[in-house]
C-alpha cells in the first residue's frame, strides 16, 4: 500500500491524511505520494454548478435586431419621431370618431345624465360641444366633429407615410453611398473571382428590401408598441 503523506493547507498547518483518496475526475491529479496542487481562485468553482445566463436569447437576439435598427436609422431618426407623433395622433383620432357618435346618442338623445361612471373622453367631448342640452338643440355638430376628426386623422396618415418615406430614403441613399464607395476600395482580383449577379443583387433589391421595411414595418412595429 503506498505511504500517503500530508500537505500543508493555505493557512500553515498541516492537513491530515486521508484514508480513501479522491478519485481522478479529469480535472486533478491522483494525490496519492504527493500533495495534490493548490486550485488558483479562480478555479476552484470547478464543481460549483455551472453560470447560468438568464438572459434569453430570442431577447439577446431582438434586442440585437432594434439596436442595428436603431444604428440605421442614423440621421434620419427625427423624422421617424415626427411620422411616431403623427401616428399616434391619427390613432387617437379615429378612437374619437365613434365616440362623437356614442356621446350623441347616448346623451343627447337618449338623456342619459352625465356623472362620476361617464368615460373621461365622452365627458370631454360633451363639454367642448357645450353640454348634453347644447348638443341636442344642434345635432348637426355631431357628424360635423365626426367628419373633422376623419380629416385630421387622415392628414396625420399622409404626413406619416410622408416623413417615413423621406427617412427611408435617404437611409437607402446613404446605403448605395457606402457600397458604392467600398466597391471601389476592393481590390481587382476579388471582382475577378466574385459573383457579378451576386453583387448587384446586394446593391438593388436587397436595399430596396431594406427601404420598404423602413417605410412601412418600422411604423407597424410603432403601431403595435
Given amino acids: 500500500m503506498p505511504r500517503l503523506r500530508t500537505c500543508a493547507n493555505v493557512s500553515g498547518r498541516k492537513a491530515p491524511p486521508t484514508a480513501n483518496p479522491p478519485k481522478n475526475l479529469g480535472l ?3 494525490t496519492i505520494g504527493r500533495c495534490a496542487p493548490a486550485l488558483p481562485p479562480e478555479r476552484v468553482s470547478y464543481f460549483s454548478p455551472p453560470h447560468r445566463n438568464t438572459f434569453h436569447p430570442f431577447s439577446r437576439f431582438m434586442f440585437s435586431q432594434l439596436h442595428a435598427i436603431w444604428r440605421l436609422m442614423r440621421g434620419q431618426r427625427l423624422r421617424y419621431g415626427v411620422a411616431l407623433a403623427c401616428l399616434v395622433g391619427a390613432t387617437l383620432l379615429n378612437y374619437c370618431v365613434p365616440l362623437v357618435g356614442s356621446a350623441t ?16 373622453l365622452i365627458a370631454l367631448l360633451l363639454r367642448a360641444f357645450g353640454g348634453a342640452e347644447n348638443l341636442r338643440g344642434a345635432l348637426w355638430l355631431a357628424p360635423v366633429a365626426m367628419l373633422l376628426f376623419s380629416a385630421l386623422s387622415g ?3 399622409f404626413l406619416k407615410g410622408w416623413q417615413a418615406s423621406l ?12 457600397l458604392y464607395d467600398h ?4 481590390p481587382a482580383r476579388h471582382h475577378d473571382r466574385a459573383d457579378t449577379g451576386d453583387m448587384v443583387q446586394r446593391c438593388t433589391s436587397d436595399v430596396e428590401t431594406t427601404r420598404q421595411f423602413l417605410a412601412t414595418q418600422v411604423m407597424e412595429i410603432g403601431n403595435a408598441i
Avoid at 183 to 186: A, G, K, Q, R, V
Fill in 167 to 178: 427617412a427611408s430614403d435617404g437611409i437607402a441613399r446613404r446605403l448605395k453611398n457606402q
Fill in 183 to 186: 466597391l471601389n476600395h476592393l
Fill in 155 to 157: 392628414l396625420c396618415s
Fill in 28 to 30: 486533478l491529479e491522483p
Fill in 105 to 120: 346618442i347616448d346623451y343627447a338623445v337618449a338623456g342619459k345624465s352625465v356623472d362620476a361612471s361617464t368615460p373621461m
